[in-house]
């Protein structure tokens, strides 16, 4: 068997780098949600042609976070907040779950891991760092669900991570930041302590928190919309 040339291997991954790039884009805000990705401006912007490009939006689609309409093109999903309050609760579920198995099985070195993830939010909360925030806030969830050891589980929730992150970026305020680094430094606390119960109800309040912090925000997001409507029309 003949060994793949530097071309084929480039090629090979390519529409995953763009797909990587696109999703980078999205998560960072870059690209808001009902946006549309035209497919020109961003093969040209990304320096690739339209055949790697059309590959990363079907990752994309698969991934939950574009969509494709006939005849219109490739746009940033957009979720309707009863489904993004459907998602959540899900995700309370499976991160009780979580918290109980890491009770249960986590080894100090792990924990102390943890606690350098939970030390470091705290700076970001008082740097008021909110991108840095976001991205420690990814990182520490993503290490639970690795150390967790359920790969089908790890995958499940990875896409609704990504669904939920242009709502969950919404959500940080300075206030709501050194909450959830509180809610963090518990549940990790928990964890050291082997106390699954305590470990599983605080990871599936903290996912409900963030819930209700989100509903609180598209309320208010809708009345200040109607606000300014009826402003306008006056």
Known sequence: MSTPTIAQLQGTSL???VQTEIERMILSGELGAGAKLPE???AAQLGVSRGPLREAFRMLEQAGLVRTEKNRGVFVRELPIAEVLEIFEVRAVMDQYVGRKLAA?????EVRELRK???AMDAAVKAS???EFHQLNLQLHDRLLELAGNAKLTATYRKLINELS????QNLTPESMAIYAREHRQIVKAIAAGDAEAAG???FQHTMNSRERTLQNHV???QAQGASDAAHAG
């Open 220 to 222: 208010k997001a809708q």
């Open 201 to 203: 109800e605080a990871m």
């Open 15 to 17: 529409p995953s780098l």
């Open 129 to 131: 760092d909110a991108n």
């Open 117 to 119: 993830l939970v030390d």
């Open 166 to 169: 242009l709502h969950r970026r």
């Open 105 to 109: 099985t986590l080894k100090s070195a």
């Open 40 to 42: 020109a401006a961003l």
